[in-house]
T-cell receptor, first 110, second 115 residues
Framework: AQRVTQPEKLLSVFKGAPVELKCNYS??????LFWYVQYSRQRLQLLLR??SRESIKGFTADLNKGETSFHLKKPFAQEEDSAMYYC????????????FGKGTMLLVSP | SAVISQKPSRDICQRGTSLTIQCQVD?????MFWYRQQPGQSLTLIAT?????????ESGFVIDKFPISRPNLTFSTLTVSNMSPEDSSIYLC????????????FGEGSRLTVL
């Protein structure tokens, strides 16, 4: 069975500091990985997906199959990045049944 | 992108009662997904609802407890039956962008508290 682990419940940094939100997964097949974000008083939304290899709001995430990781990174955190971040895994076949991690709350202080 | 409306946004319920959550989408979608988020926990998929057929339930969830309707391509309901305090959760409706993309749009959620 697939599993997504986000080891940190809370990550607190100062504005301008680098950020790395950790995500590890276990899946026997070839996974698709996503990061979802929920800002205060807003609904959960997609931030980025590993297939796109894109940078969204300064965030990037690289899939490392050797380490089974998909860490989310940003070189300089902003206060508006404060939110709940969820890593999610999708099986490469079948419907889009995502398996989510428990989430990491990122707090960026001025 | 899809706009999803859920009702109710929150409710306080008595043990043993049932509550139906409605999910309305502003466009036609093939699959709709119902998730549960218990306090301090991650999102867990309850079931996948396809129009015109019975919902497909994930391990640990059964139709008698969480009956789902999907009468058309823009609407679905999830009922939480015979509620207990353990059912206190946020229930989320979601739809997918495209087919099998993994890009989900979510409703705002329905926060249920069972006393």
């Amino acid at each position: 069975a697939q599993r997504v682990t986000q080891p940190e419940k809370l990550l607190s940094v100062f504005k301008g500091a680098p950020v790395e939100l950790k995500c590890n997964y276990s899946y026997s097949g070839s996974p698709e990985l996503f990061w979802y974000v929920q800002y205060s008083r807003q609904r959960l939304q997609l931030l980025l997906r590993h297939i796109s290899r894109e940078s969204i709001k300064g965030f990037t995430a690289d899939l490392n199959k050797g380490e089974t990781s998909f860490h989310l990174k940003k070189p300089f955190a902003q206060e508006e990045d404060s939110a709940m971040y969820y890593c999610a895994l999708k099986k490469t076949s079948g419907y889009s049944t995502l398996t989510f991690g428990k989430g990491t709350m990122l707090l960026v202080s001025p | 992108s899809a706009v999803i409306s859920q009702k109710p946004s929150r409710d306080i319920c008595q043990r043993g009662t049932s509550l139906t959550i409605q999910c309305q989408v502003d466009s036609q979608v093939t699959m709709m997904f119902w998730y549960r988020q218990q306090p301090g926990q991650s999102l867990t998929l309850i079931a996948t609802a396809n129009q015109g057929s019975e919902a497909t339930y994930e391990s640990g969830f059964v139709i008698d407890k969480f009956p789902i309707s999907r009468p058309n391509l823009t609407f679905s309901t999830l009922t939480v039956s015979n509620m207990s305090p353990e059912d206190s959760s946020i229930y989320l409706c979601s739809v997918e962008q495209g087919v099998s993309t993994g890009e989900l749009f979510f409703g705002e959620g329905s926060r249920l508290t069972v006393l």
